[in-house]
């Protein structure tokens, strides 16, 4: 029926012939463009054009609803010089700081004349506090802890956690939990100090081992909310370890000492003497064998 045909819009992209009341094509979805410009039309709405695009449509204000670019772009306003130059001269002719507090303590209210006047607290307050603090530096600096370290654990930023102080530098340090399920492994910088921070509360194994040192333990508790600190009054003492080539060095200064006066009377005789001497020495904890040593020897 030819009526019914001038009562459809048809879609400028496929074509498809849709109702009049409609604003989108309902074969692709596109926007009929003759149903929306008549509403706009009937609206009273003109479409903005983009400047990038060249595209227009009403919803167009700031920024281009199909690119994205910026249409309406902010005008910031100079400011005026003639203001500023008049505000300027207004803040140069305020009188000056002197005539204002005179004004301000002529309003005050009249004191008596035989009214006491309050002594100053600021400066007995300042000399008790410098004496203070003279008293303080003063005892950090006789008692036998270093006061470095007590200066670093009193300004700390670090309030929780655990600090560990060493006698030698570069000390490897292994934490281990009483349950033995969590390690910790460190090693102390160059002034053998280590700091620890996020450490679970609780009782640790603490050990402390270096190439050429034995090897220390330290069972220690860590407590939550406070700074833990371990070898703070004195560090954890590292001795040197015992070697193999300083054990055979030892034994042969011993046993030449021991033999100052005894004559090689013959090869035999000279060999089972420093043999002796030097097992004897390997062992000094038991005097019977020196002197049996000696004995043979004399």
């Known amino acids: 029926m030819p009526g019914a045909a001038t009562n459809t819009i048809s879609c400028g992209s496929c074509g498809s012939a849709n109702a009049p ?28 054009e983009c400047t990038s695009c060249k595209r227009s449509d009403e919803l167009n204000n700031r920024y281009c609803i199909f690119c994205g670019a910026e249409i309406q772009k902010r005008q910031l306003n100079q400011s005026n010089s003639d203001a500023l130059e008049k505000f300027t001269q207004e803040v140069s002719s305020v009188q000056d700081r002197r005539a204002m507090l005179d004004r301000v303590e002529a309003a005050r209210a009249p004191e008596k004349a035989d009214s006491a006047k309050r002594p100053g607290l600021l400066g007995p307050f300042l000399l008790y506090a410098g004496l203070g603090i003279a008293t303080a530096i003063g005892v950090a600096l006789l008692t036998p802890v270093n006061f470095g370290q007590s200066w670093l654990a009193l300004t700390s930023p670090v309030k929780d956690g655990l600090v560990v102080y060493t006698s030698e530098p570069f000390v490897d340090v292994v934490l281990q939990a009483a349950d033995k399920k969590h390690y910790l492994l460190g090693s102390t910088g160059k002034g053998g100090s280590l700091q620890v921070a996020d450490i679970m509360p609780g009782r640790y194994l603490a050990r402390f081992s270096k190439s050429g040192y034995e090897t220390v333990s330290q069972s220690l508790e860590v407590k939550k909310g406070r700074l833990n600190l371990l070898g703070f009054d004195s560090p954890v003492q590292l001795d040197k370890a015992f070697t193999a080539d300083a054990a055979s060095s030892s034994s042969a200064d011993g046993a030449s000492s021991l033999l100052p006066n005894v004559a090689p009377s013959s090869t035999s005789s000279s060999t089972s003497s420093q043999t002796t001497s030097a097992s004897s020495l390997s062992s000094p904890s038991h005097p019977s064998s020196v002197s049996s040593a000696t004995g043979a020897n004399q």
């Open 21 to 48: 009341d409609m604003s989108f094509c309902l074969s692709c979805g596109k926007v009929l463009s003759a149903r929306m410009a008549a509403l706009r039309k009937a609206r009273g709405v003109k479409k903005r």
